[in-house]
């Protein structure tokens, strides 16, 4: 029999910068794990295409409310010492 090996939950920051679906992924994906996630989109307004509108739908599941750091979202803005305390505090920073 195998012995099951329990991992600490983390804080971790989701930075969506290149690929915003693929962050949403990144993001839904860690809290399987019970990690406390938070995402970050940056660069450039989020698209509203197919593909971000099914992967918004598993942030909802996975009860993630994003945030931006670009004006004009629909989302929560970050200015960039907000952006900087949330680094701080997180356990980990994964850029996608």
Excluded: W, Y
Excluded at 16 to 40: C, K, P
Excluded at 55 to 69: F, G, R, S
Aim: proline share 2%; with cysteine; charged share 25%.
């Amino acid at each position: 029999m195998r012995d099951v090996v329990v991992q600490d939950s983390k804080n971790v920051l989701v930075l969506g910068r290149r690929d915003h679906a693929e962050a949403m992924r990144v993001a839904a994906g860690l809290t399987i794990f019970g990690h406390m996630v938070r995402l970050i989109f940056m660069d450039r307004p989020v698209k509203e295409n197919a593909e971000n509108l099914e992967q918004a739908e598993l942030l909802e599941l996975a009860d993630i409310v994003p945030e931006t750091t670009v004006e004009g979202q629909d989302l929560a803005h970050l200015t960039s010492s907000e952006l900087a305390l949330a680094m701080i505090e997180c356990d980990a920073v994964i850029n996608v």
